[in-house]
């Protein structure tokens, strides 16, 4: 899922060295897409199977995360549930459908 793979790459960059382009904050309740053309180019379409920015900051957006706008974590991304060293937490991530209803997870009938 989404927010799952995001906090592995997240992980991969501070630890292959490629965290001036994405990277957690210092405090590790947010990140930062730092250099959005090499993000794009280096991370996206390696990863994510994508080419767009857009396409990754819906899916984002679909996963409740919010840009911030203000104070010292501007333009980073946050959300409640996505936290540095705490990859379990993005089990309970839901994804929004397109109506903004939560798609709930599908449960085993086993």
Not at 61 to 85: A, I, N, V, W
Not at 88 to 106: E, F
């Amino acid at each position: 899922r989404f927010p799952t793979k995001l906090h592995i790459i997240l992980s991969i960059a501070e630890n292959e060295g490629f965290d001036d382009i994405v990277s957690w904050q210092a405090h590790g309740r947010c990140f930062s897409v730092r250099k959005k053309q090499e993000f794009v180019d280096k991370i996206l379409s390696s990863y994510f199977g994508q080419s767009k920015i857009a396409s990754f900051q819906r899916q984002l957006s679909m996963y409740g995360f919010l840009r911030l706008t203000q104070g010292p974590d501007r333009g980073c991304y946050y959300h409640e549930l996505f936290l540095k060293h705490k990859l379990y937490l993005c089990q309970d991530i839901m994804r929004a459908g397109v109506n903004g209803n939560v798609v709930k997870r599908r449960v085993d009938p086993k």
